[in-house]
C-alpha cells in the first residue's frame, strides 16, 4: 500500500528528474531516496521510472498515474499547511494551452510579473489553435474562444478581445490595387463576428487569401499589403500594421478560462490562475 511519502517521493522524482534532485526537495540523502524508491517498485510490481539521458522519466506504468499523482501531492501539501498554519510553498510546473496570438502578444510580455510573484513555478506554454482535451490531460488551464464540448473542464468567462481592421504600413497610398485586397478566416468561420464586420466594411469583396489561422493572414496582409481583421493586442502591438477605423469600429469576442478539475485545487495551478485573471482585471485584453 502506498503512502504519502510515496506519492511526495515519485512527485518529486518527476519534478526535479534525479533522485539527488528529489532528496534536496525532500530534503533527504540521495541514498535513503534510492533505498524508498526500490521498495516501492517491488511492492508494486514494476519499474516506475526509466533513466535516459542522465535523467529519470516515467515508465508507461506510472504514466497512467502521473497526474493522480501529482493531484495528490498537491492536496497533500495543501493538507499540511493548513494543519501546521504554514502557507503552501509556490513551485511547480504548470501547462497552459492557448491561441497563439494570445500567447505572444499576452502571456509572454508578462512573465516576469508571474515569476516575481512565484519564482519557483515553471510553465510550459502550448501555442495551438485547437481546443486541449482534459479528459486525455494535456494541459492544466486553457484558454479558448469556444465553450468546449467537454463537460470536464472547469469554466469560468475571463474577458473579451476586441478585433479591428487593419492594413500594413508598407502599402504606398496610391497603390490601388494592393489597397483593394482583403484575406479572412474561411467559409467555416463567416459567423463570427470579426468576420460579420469585415463583411460589412468591404461588402462583396471576394478575399485574396483565406485561412483559419491568424498568425498566418497576418504575415499574409503584411506581406501583400491585404486588409486584415486581427486581435487588438496582435495588432496593435506589431509595427507593420496601423488600424484603419476609429476606436468605435470594432468586433468583441469571448474568451473563457478552462482548468483540469484533477488540477484545480492545486496551489501553483490556482497561482497562476490568479495570474491570468490579474491580467484581465483592468480592462479588456
Wanted: with cysteine; charged share 25%.
Amino acid at each position: 500500500m502506498t503512502t504519502w511519502s510515496d506519492i511526495e517521493l515519485i512527485s518529486a522524482i518527476l519534478a526535479s528528474g534525479t533522485l539527488s534532485g528529489a532528496g534536496r526537495l525532500l530534503q533527504i540523502d540521495q541514498t535513503t531516496a534510492s533505498r524508498r524508491l526500490s521498495r516501492l517498485e517491488k511492492m508494486l510490481g514494476g519499474a516506475l521510472f526509466d533513466r535516459q539521458d542522465g535523467k529519470l522519466v516515467p515508465t508507461s506504468l506510472l504514466q497512467q498515474a502521473e497526474h493522480a499523482i501529482l493531484s495528490m501531492a498537491d492536496a497533500s501539501a495543501v493538507t499540511k499547511a493548513i494543519l501546521s498554519k504554514a502557507q503552501v510553498e509556490l513551485a511547480g510546473r504548470v501547462t497552459i494551452s492557448c491561441l497563439g496570438f494570445y500567447a505572444t502578444n499576452v502571456l509572454a510580455p508578462h512573465l516576469d510579473k508571474l515569476l516575481k510573484l512565484h519564482p519557483k513555478i515553471a510553465v510550459d506554454i502550448i501555442s495551438e489553435d485547437r481546443l486541449a482535451s482534459f479528459k486525455q490531460r494535456e494541459a492544466d488551464i486553457a484558454i479558448r474562444f469556444a465553450w468546449p464540448e467537454e463537460s470536464i473542464a472547469v469554466m469560468r468567462r475571463l474577458s473579451s478581445v476586441l478585433f479591428r481592421r487593419y492594413r500594413a504600413t508598407s502599402i504606398e497610398p496610391h497603390d490601388e490595387h494592393h489597397k483593394s485586397l482583403i484575406v479572412q478566416y474561411s467559409e467555416s468561420l463567416a459567423h463570427l463576428p470579426e468576420m460579420q464586420l469585415l463583411s460589412n466594411l468591404r461588402p462583396n469583396t471576394e478575399p485574396f487569401l483565406r485561412s483559419d489561422r491568424i498568425d498566418l493572414l497576418a504575415n499574409a496582409a503584411a506581406s501583400i499589403g491585404a486588409e486584415v481583421m486581427l486581435p487588438e493586442p496582435t495588432g496593435d502591438q506589431d509595427k507593420r500594421f496601423i488600424r484603419m477605423d476609429d476606436d468605435k469600429v470594432f468586433a468583441e469576442r469571448p474568451i473563457f478560462l478552462l482548468t483540469h478539475p484533477e488540477r484545480k485545487i492545486a496551489p501553483s495551478v490556482v497561482a497562476v490562475k490568479k495570474w491570468l485573471l490579474g491580467l484581465h482585471s483592468i480592462s479588456k485584453v
